[in-house]
């Protein structure tokens, strides 16, 4: 209980080890000193609140917002001292916010808690006391033997015991966790792997050790101790050996593993955690301005209150004779009175302050993030993806991009690989018909025959189809035996599944040519070379990763010899050959990559007896290690990969995505630059930055690479600072590689940065994941701060996408961590045009007015109120009737404003399309800057003033406006100015819409009805529970005037004719691009966000009538922009 207790607060302390040791079925020692270690129960929690901590919680996180915040403390004053209005006032619009959030919040949490007991209720069975007992997930403790059958997903992170299969092998796919269909083999040690029955799992003497959790899925470093006999056998364990929480088990019967870590201590739980928040342009703009506004606040409260007391400094004024004061008010002190009155006068002026801008804020972008996902432009119909939005909080900030950091493969290339070209042993070879053919000659073999191949052409291809962990799937068998239709291995009943697509290219690729990798059981490859089989023991697989560049597996082949396959990148393989062609080979792989082909290169070497014995003792070591594990394999793997004979290169393609190169032009010609991150080498990048248009072929092309030293690197930085200067007429574009980059940065970063600033393109080769990361922090923090927006495919980007202000994943063939990472995702490149250009820009003009517009309304309505200071001497006395402050902000102006956020299109989606240029007009938060805030302000402050002062100059002189000669009061008066302000401000937001829908029509005309009713009924009628009612017929009377409706018309009229002669001239004398594309906007009578408010069927119809019209304006018009053919087509499902 007091454990509980403790976790619930958030101060149950951590491991204290960094390992963890688990006892396979909790059999822990008899004897000796020992103290148990305590786990995380497997518990999944998502959710953020329990029963017990969601008022204080919830109430914390939105008190820290500064509005909140404020009005919390303007509360309290109202309650503690005696102030003009009533603590209602203040407290009501709080209590609503606040209320609004909290049941949204609370809401969302229910649903989470909802889905977290059905899967922490799910039925499980797990070994206990020599049998299979079934419980529920959330019961599985660590150490307890879970059983799994086919297809179920695992419970909790297990260490694979055995399976049903005799080498204690089991397949599994991470779908749900990285993307990734294809089958992965994970493996047991062979001492358990024997334990396949209950009463066998119950007598197994065994002990994991492990690292404590992380959130890496691709790491796991352990070891197992089983004790056999009294013998202790150790065996290491890797990331092959563990099953993950949330992948599902396939093509195996069961399978038993050991729970090693459970509940929110699972890689899938640790995974899912927040990621930093990210806060938009408009959001920091937003709390500038409430600051200011706090500071007009302060300014007014300060300058009323010495303004009283100096008002007070005549006798007559400070005590009239109609309000005497009491001794206490005469002897009480200047200084508590003078607090309290500055304090009245600042609840009084609070509402300047719009308490209901964030959450009006909230649910545009909540609700505004729903177009991205019913856009069909931006549908992938063959891969059945939609757009996703992971967060809606930068939805505006798709309008302010200025730098765009893509990877390359699988962004803006398919990531489908065709095998095209190989070298092997200094020859070039292509495929030809399903034969390898040397370049230049033509196919000598008639088809059915068998070609030969040399030693050489042989020992390569077998290389070629061993060294992979390609897995294989069978449609009507889980096992290998399998006979081949064909001699040279085809079977329409085999397929291969591979997480990287150049070695499932590759392996196809062996596959036609004649060599056939047929299955792998764990201990076994197999090949079929033209029919023949031949079984290589596997002995060792050396993995791939980022920083070699390369894998290897090390083979007994049927003869007995060791020996050791490798591929990988060239600069990764070519430094540590020996032997073998590899002047020729180096200069066909750049042949290759000229092409815009993906290249590896293959190597081979021989180990004698004593050699393996070495290399499988260090392996050994290195693997059992449980500290500094990646560390010791590296060196290893280093002392191993050497001293190799070069066998050839391959080439592989990779073709570019649709339509990637009119997008980079479109991205250009909004003003946004484009950098390319990738890991291939130099020559591959360059060739298809070329294809692509991110190079153009008239840009000088300056490079940067292959630096060694800082100076060198520093003088080459100022060869191209001046090129660059003197040829500034031309465009010019960057190549950079990886250890340039680093040499850049250390010492030049300023000089660096220049460069690349004035370069239209820049190309990044060779670079690591963090370097990706890096680049982008770089050109984030400089002086500048450029809003930089970064897409990606695979795990390597996700380092880049979080690090950018917003980051976007690729559904691509390279798994889902991109996705899961990212800020949104969709499938093909290419929809970045629209999203940025069209999305974007409708976001931040609707969000940027909804701001302004807000603070607008809200100087309008407080002026007023300090202006009437001055005519009542400054004792406090409000110009609005108390239910009025109240409602202004939440009911008499909410709606139209939010419809506005929700719908506005300046200009017409094709339009933005056609003319990207017109992304530049919004670019650099233009919509908030400090001048447009303070035109938005100043525009507040003279309507204000006409309200006032216009109400005042037509009824203030003369009070008997009505016909009876009976006179109004300083209600009327108050009334008069809040009605004409109601209505102004409303008509001032219709005058900035530009696109009209009929909600717009409804809310807006709809809220002036509404208000007038409202007054009619709270005026009209004497309400019992109200303590007074000052109110009483007072709208009534007001309405009854003739001359108040003169007024209310006189006044409306003074303060909107500005607004429309100014609009007026500013459109026809000096417009701006987006006015003058305005005409467009009339070639289609219905926008898109209208017809995703229709039903379904109707708006199909809708989208027919719509095509039509398109056609015949086209036919009639010949007018280019409507030739592109993306057509914005938005539904609401």
Same mark, same amino acid.
């Given at each position: ?310 008002? @007070? ?71 059945? @993806? ?152 596997? =002995? ?78 260090? =392996? ?345 000669? @009976? ?146 304006? @086209? ?19």
């Amino acid at each position: 209980m007091i454990r509980w207790i403790r976790q619930q607060l958030g101060v149950d302390p951590p491991h204290q080890s960094d390992t963890r040791t688990v006892y396979i079925a909790n059999k822990f020692p008899q004897h000796g000193l020992y103290t148990p270690q305590r786990f995380a129960d497997n518990r999944i929690i998502s959710s953020k609140y329990t029963i017990w901590n969601f008022v204080p919680k919830n109430l914390f996180e939105q008190f820290r917002r500064i509005a909140n915040f404020y009005f919390l403390i303007i509360f309290l004053v109202q309650l503690m001292i005696d102030t003009p209005t009533s603590p209602i006032t203040s407290g009501l619009p709080l209590f609503f916010v606040i209320t609004v959030t909290a049941i949204k919040q609370g809401y969302e949490d229910w649903l989470r808690h909802k889905a977290d007991n059905e899967v922490n209720g799910a039925p499980v069975f797990v070994v206990r006391s020599g049998s299979l007992v079934q419980t529920r997930s959330k019961n599985i403790r660590v150490g307890d033997i879970v059983r799994v059958a086919k297809d179920e997903t695992f419970p909790a992170d297990l260490v694979l015991l055995s399976s049903d299969r005799a080498e204690g092998t089991c397949h599994i796919t991470t779908t749900s966790l990285d993307g990734e269909t294809n089958l992965k083999t994970h493996y047991s040690v062979p001492e358990t792997a024997v334990s396949q029955s209950v009463s066998r799992l119950e007598s197994l003497q065994a002990v994991v050790e492990c690292q404590q959790p992380e959130a890496d899925l691709y790491r796991f470093v352990g070891r197992i101790t089983v004790t056999q006999q009294g013998e202790e056998i150790v065996r290491p364990l890797g990331p092959e050996n563990l099953l993950l929480r949330g992948a599902r088990l396939k093509n195996t019967k069961e399978i038993f593993g050991v729970a090693v870590y459970t509940g929110m201590e699972s890689k899938m739980a640790l995974n899912y955690k927040c990621k930093s928040q990210k806060r938009s342009a408009v959001e920091k703009s937003m709390n500038t301005f409430l600051i200011i506004y706090l500071g007009i606040l302060l300014f007014e409260a300060i300058l009323s209150t010495i303004l009283k007391y100096a008002w @007070q400094a005549e006798n007559k004024w400070d005590e009239p004779f109609y309000n005497e004061k009491t001794d206490q008010e005469r002897n009480s002190s200047q200084i508590l009175k003078f607090i309290s009155d500055f304090l009245a006068f600042l609840v009084l002026y609070n509402f300047i302050i719009p308490i209901s801008l964030y959450v009006t804020v909230e649910l545009q972008k909540f609700l505004g993030s729903f177009f991205i996902g019913w856009d069909l432009d931006l549908y992938h119909e063959e891969s059945d @993806q939609k757009a996703q939005v992971n967060t809606s909080d930068l939805n505006e900030e798709l309008g302010q991009v200025e730098y765009v950091f893509t990877d390359k493969t699988g962004t803006l290339t398919e990531n489908e690989m065709q095998f095209r070209e190989c070298s092997i042993n200094g020859i070039k070879y292509q495929e030809i018909n399903g034969k390898l053919i040397p370049e230049g000659m033509t196919e000598d073999f008639p088809d059915g025959s068998a070609p030969y191949l040399n030693r050489e052409e042989e020992l390569f291809l077998k290389a070629v189809s061993l060294c992979h962990t390609v897995q294989i799937s069978y449609d009507q068998t889980d096992g290998l035996g399998v006979s081949f239709s064909h001699a040279n291995g085809f079977s329409p009943q085999m397929e291969y599944y591979a997480s990287s697509p150049d070695e499932k290219a590759l392996v196809e690729a062996t596959k036609r040519m004649g060599v056939t990798f047929t299955g792998s059981n764990g201990e076994n490859m197999e090949i079929k070379t033209f029919g023949k089989a031949e079984k290589y023991k596997l =002995l060792h697989v050396l993995e791939f990763d980022a920083n070699r560049r390369r894998m290897s597996v090390i083979l007994q082949t049927p003869s007995g010899e060791n020996v050791l396959f490798i591929k990988g990148a060239e600069s990764a393989i070519l430094p540590y050959t020996k032997s073998g062609e590899i002047d020729k080979t180096r200069v066909h792989v750049d042949e290759f990559a000229l092409k815009g082909l993906r290249t590896l290169v293959v190597a081979c070497r021989h180990f004698s007896a004593d050699e393996y014995k070495e290399v499988d003792r260090r =392996l050994h070591e290195a693997r059992t290690a449980l500290q500094q594990r990646e560390e010791r394999l590296a060196e290893v793997f280093n002392f191993i990969e050497k001293d190799l004979e070069l066998l050839g290169a391959t080439g592989v393609e990779d073709k570019l995505q649709d339509k990637v190169q009119e997008t980079i032009e479109a991205l250009r010609l909004a003003g946004i630059k484009v950098w390319v991150l990738t890991g291939d080498k130099h020559e591959t990048a360059v060739s298809v930055s070329l294809s692509c248009g991110h190079f153009h072929r008239t840009m000088n092309i300056l490079e940067l690479i292959q630096q060694k030293s800082d100076n060198e690197c520093a003088e080459q930085l100022r060869r191209l600072d001046r090129r660059i200067r003197e040829d500034h007429v031309i465009q010019h574009g960057l190549v950079v590689d990886g250890a340039s980059l680093s040499l850049a940065l250390r010492e030049h970063e300023k000089l660096f940065m220049e460069v690349c600033k004035n370069c239209s393109a820049v190309l990044c080769c060779r670079m690591a994941p963090l370097q990706k990361a890096k680049v982008v922090r770089l050109l984030k923090t400089s002086p500048e701060k450029p809003i930089t927006l970064a897409i990606g495919d695979g795990a390597n980007d996700v380092s880049m996408i979080q690090e950018a202000h917003v980051g976007i994943g690729i559904m691509g063939k390279e798994g889902r961590q991109a996705v899961r990472n990212s800020d949104y995702a969709f499938a093909r490149f290419k929809f970045l045009a629209k999203l940025l250009l069209v999305h974007g820009h409708f976001y931040y003009i609707r969000i940027a007015t909804l701001v302004q517009y807000f603070f607008y309304k809200n100087v309008c309505f407080i002026t007023p109120q300090f202006l009437y200071q001055f005519f009542c001497l400054f004792s406090q006395q409000t110009l609005y009737d108390s239910v009025y402050l109240t409602l202004y902000n939440i009911c008499f102006t909410s709606l139209p404003i939010l419809v506005y956020s929700l719908f506005e299109q300046l200009v017409h989606p094709h339009v933005l399309q056609s003319k990207p240029a017109l992304y530049r007009d919004i670019s650099k938060n233009s919509l908030l800057s400090f001048k447009t805030f303070l035109y938005w302000t100043l525009l507040g402050f003279c309507h204000a003033f006409i309200f006032f002062f216009g109400s005042y100059i037509l009824m203030g002189e003369d009070t008997t406006l009505m016909g009876n000669g @009976q006179m109004f009061g300083n209600w009327t008066f108050g009334t008069l100015v809040f009605t004409v302000m109601v209505i102004t401000v409303t008509l001032k937001l219709a005058l900035e819409t530009q696109f009209w829908t009929w909600m717009n029509h409804f809310v807006t005309w709809g809220s002036i009805a509404f208000y007038f009713i409202f007054s009619l009924f709270y005026g009209g009628i004497i309400w019992p529970f109200l303590h007074t009612q000052d109110m009483y017929f007072v709208f009534v009377q007001l309405l009854s005037s003739g001359s108040a409706w003169f007024a209310i018309i006189i006044i409306i009229i003074t303060c909107l004719f500005p607004d429309v002669i100014k609009k007026v001239f500013c459109r026809h004398l000096q417009p701006t691009s987006t006015q003058k594309s305005q005409m467009y906007t009339n070639c289609v009578a219905i926008g898109d966000d209208f017809i995703a408010l229709q039903p379904l069927s109707r708006a199909k119809n809708q989208l027919g009538k719509i095509r039509w019209k398109r056609i015949r304006f @086209q036919a009639a018009q010949n007018m280019t922009l409507l030739k592109s053919g993306a057509e914005g087509r938005t539904i609401g499902h």
